[in-house]
């Protein structure tokens, strides 16, 4: 469980504290505010602050069309139309700013995403705690046999026991050897910057991470996708639901144009106009490899 | 005067819907909100959102330190420590934006600055207003002598009668074929995104301009300098005022090390420490160019 | 006639001088270095610098996906697999650096494209050509009635000569007066950084323009699009042809998945489902509004 | 010994064809190309590719500044007075490409530099080598007592050795179980993207960099600082060697005015100018607190 008594003492307080501003609020995202949404065996994630909502986009779309924009009647018709014609400026309007508890390897995979900042716990500074993930047994997955990149059956048996063992084992190990190492107990002890390194991937550390709502879809397109690694998709999944609740317009055209949707490339255009026509097709006769092919068929499946 | 009484009243409607938050409030920026700062002769600048406040910079810090930084005693202490060692992940932790009305040749100079988020009013959708930058005959400069890119003394007299007539002459006459040729009563009408090309450098255009308190601080220390256009200044030293009343101890930090402050080089260096032993230099001895010597007795004059 | 003489003599020097290197090259690319191409009246675009081939994407992905990808059996295959897949940082390894000459009311699109390195020649420093864009009488177009950001009818007869009329006198006008206020003949002289508001947004401007591909491609795509603005596209238009012979399998993947591919909604998905079943569908039964079912037409149409 | 003999021979090939190019090319920056420069106990650097050399900075101001620049008499000169006062643009017109491999802790640490483009090897898609680091006897440093972030006297003897024993037995043993939970030798075999959560941060892994020269003499003035980690300083040290090869102005003027150059505070001003004087100064007569003043005693020392 990663939330102390201690820890939800503090969220409390600082949900205690109401203040007057004359800034734009999202009421579904006050609702999130500090509250630790559980992630993972010992990872979180907490919504620390926020700027703008839905308005936000539109009045700086505004400001870009002047006078014209009121042909689009509506909010959300216009949020609509930014996002089908890849307007990506009003949305970088709004802010937010998370912090998140993570195993090291799913931090690895995050930190691609260049455009947003971060603030992370140093090992070099400071001790990391004795937190580790370890995956709950229907998580533990084969090599897919099709896919480099992905997961297959799951293991069963003695092999999963054999699994969580070693995870388990070499987790405790490393991290009593990490603090014996640090130990300045009668001896000088390691600098922490060094000891660090003998800590394994799936050690939590944690992160202030703050992004605008344009790079945080970006993100959850790749990232909440039915290929992304289980570990890092859960927590796009949460920040799904909170950008929901917080843009609720701005979440429905992503979800309707970014996660729902799909690209066609030219060939893709052309073999679908043939079968609306009634052509039988396939792959050869859409000029395509067996892997496009089956993803074409994947999106109108 | 760039504030219509509409505008003002729109305005006044904004500061007046004051909503709970749990978020962290700066009340020297809550009095910012929505004002228009008046700029130049038809600019402005008005925050239109923040996020953070001082606070935020040292809990960034704190993740990223852990229990460590208590050894600075308080957050003053801490800021001023995070700006002197380039630690610039917790200033970015810090979000505003503004509504800018600027000249296009000011906006040419300020987009140079990428990170940062901008929507800007489009002369390819919209109609710009018959507005134009004349400046004060007191800003009515000479190329400067000694410098390419610099003011020397001020025009007088029939010379500076002759330019302020040119750049209203102009701009009223290309603002006016600029509405002719738009115009479709009894023809056509050319596109706006044609027409605009007649428009002058000095026509006014606006934006929402959206940047981390980092990125701030390394443009109002190139924008707020001395050697500076003063054009853009203003807007700079405008953003000064209004970013000390937000984060008080970030921009006291911000002012003793990067405005106030200077680079030495390691031959500048080696210039003062011989300097305080009380040898007299010269650039020749101080191996420096002449211009460099003259900017390091500028640092210490 | 942009290029002159003397500008020919030098670039003709710089392609004499053939240096041995190390690196990757592309043949394709070298015929194109330093060489003029000219874009609107007085306009060019020149290669100056490239570093990388298509072989530079694949090495990248090799790097990331180890021996896994030889089950990609070529090189095309892999690229074409990376575009389609999003995989966008080995597209990143290749850079290019332009020379362009533009009129500025297209530098100001341009430059919001922000993941590129810029050096544009300064009129606060240096003084501008006597140049300015006066578009062809067949680029000489009507507002659209039914885009506001959109071009319709060409103008004719008197309407388009004094539109044409128009353009030149202030142009020519303008640029006069400019000199007038710079020169420092029995006056003082107004500074550089001032005289320059004068000047109209069809003067003339050059910057060198570095990019990687992945966000050439991104600017490809948004300014050699149909909807950008005739003026911007001639560049993109001639950055297609370049990249072509520079990167041609990653240029082909490029056309096939983004110039020629499209982005269909969830919806739209849904619409072409139920087509290829036989179903006549329209905007009502696809729960669109009227300019996505027109969107969705001219996808398929 | 990080590179094979097969590794040598792929290099060696790489480095006898040479091609014909009509680009700049550095002669010095040519010596480097391909080659493996060790560092550390498994790691290397090695230049894939370049653009650019001192003269494209020049080429890139000139077009800055236009006919203005040739008050500046030559190139290096233009360069300190670019790097002096702080113009980046030009510096940004080179580029280089890195190929690295280097601890997890210590590319943890790099990415932070967000601006640049990577392509690291997927532990997700492919198999990591059988590679960790272990320090040299004499980098096994004990934490200092007066700064959390940084390395004390030494471990000895008996420590030095436990330390050692317990980060080559963890490496050994979390590999070993690496291996036999990736096995599918009789069993399913665990999904690389799972199994590599038990890897320790001294494992190698290796990547693509590439960074603009403004961005690499960002990170070599932070991590070629004597406050770097020791770890992540030697990749910075080897790196500063090659640009100096490569751009030596540029990397002339960047020792200059950044690596031997200091930051003073308004506060540091003050108190150097009363120094001057003769006055007799201390922390309490400079206004500073007592870390502050002793920085300041060190950039005079």
């Known amino acids: 469980m990663p939330i102390t008594p201690d820890q939800q003492a503090e969220i409390d307080a600082q949900r205690s504290e109401a203040h007057q501003t004359l800034r734009a609020t999202s009421p579904g995202m006050e609702k999130h505010l500090y509250q630790a949404h559980e992630v993972l065996d010992h990872g979180l994630i907490r919504v620390i ?3 703008g909502d839905d308005n936000a986009i539109t009045q700086a779309a505004r400001v870009s069309y002047g006078k014209g924009t009121k042909k689009v009647s509506n909010d959300t018709g216009l949020i609509r139309y930014l996002m ?3 307007h990506s400026t009003p949305f970088e309007m709004c802010e937010v700013k998370f912090h998140v508890k993570l195993p090291v390897f799913v931090a690895r995979q995050w930190i691609r995403h260049r455009t947003a900042n971060v603030n992370e716990y140093s090992a070099r500074y400071s001790i990391l705690d004795r937190e580790f993930y370890i995956p709950e047994p229907d998580q533990l ?3 897919s046999t099709i896919n480099n990149q ?3 059956e799951t293991l069963e048996g003695k092999e ?4 969580l063992d070693m995870l388990r084992d070499d987790a405790t190990r490393s991290y009593d050897h990490y603090e ?3 130990s300045d107990d009668g001896k000088k002890g390691l600098a922490r910057e060094l000891a660090r390194m003998n800590l394994p991937a799936n050690v939590y550390t944690q992160w202030y991470w703050k992004v605008d709502l344009h790079n945080l879809f970006h993100f959850l397109r790749l990232r909440a996708d039915a290929h992304a690694q289980y570990e890092i998709r859960v ?3 949460k920040m799904c639901e909170i950008t929901a609740d917080w843009v609720p317009a701005a979440y429905g055209a992503f979800e309707d144009y970014r996660l729902g949707g799909a690209n066609l490339s030219a060939k893709g255009i052309d073999a679908i106009k043939r079968m609306i026509k009634g052509e039988d097709m396939d792959a050869e006769k859409a000029g395509m490899s067996a892997g496009e092919w089956r993803e074409l068929l994947g999106v109108l499946g």
């Open 84 to 86: 089908r014609h890849w």
């Open 49 to 51: 602050d926020y700027m």
């Open 150 to 152: 992905g997961r297959g």
């Open 180 to 182: 014996e190492m640090l």
């Open 160 to 163: 999963a026991q054999a699994v």
């Open 235 to 237: 927590y796009a999944e």
């Open 141 to 143: 997955a084969a090599q």
